[in-house]
Nanobody, 119 residues
Framework: QVQLVESGGGLVQPGGSLRLSCVAS????????MRWYRQAPGKEREWVAT????????TYLASVKGRFTISRDNAKNTVYLQMNSLKPEDTAVYYC????????????WGQGTLVTVSE
């Protein structure tokens, strides 16, 4: 039973911060590259951030670079997304994604957590 369970979303004012968590189970978390995606209302899903298995390399969507930080704790099977200086355009459902670092055809998705940035 593979599961990716996101949490930490909610309503926040512009300029505020949130930390999203994604807890994985049912697969070998430490051998998977982890990513965050988001989907705003009426828009296509877009990639936000990537962290490799060891956590030593991270990449970001240009519009969030410097504001968001992806991290992982392999001992806890958890990936995080720290979001600072939030903007209304960050409003979206945020999804956790796992892809096998060795076998990239293995891919799993969480159900998403809603982040709303508004006054």
């Amino acid at each position: 039973q593979v599961q990716l369970v996101e949490s930490g979303g909610g309503l926040v004012q512009p300029g505020g911060s949130l930390r999203l968590s994604c807890v994985a189970s049912g697969f070998t978390f430490s051998s998977y590259t982890m990513r965050w995606y988001r989907q705003a209302p009426g828009k296509e899903r877009e990639w936000v951030a990537t962290i490799i298995t060891t956590g030593d390399t991270r990449t970001y969507l240009a519009s969030v670079k410097g504001r968001f930080t992806i991290s992982r704790d392999n001992a806890k099977n958890t990936v995080y997304l720290q979001m600072n200086s939030l903007k209304p355009e960050d409003t979206a459902v945020y999804y956790c994604n796992a892809r096998g670092a060795y076998d990239r055809t293995n891919e799993y998705w969480g159900q998403g957590t809603l982040v709303t940035v508004s006054e």
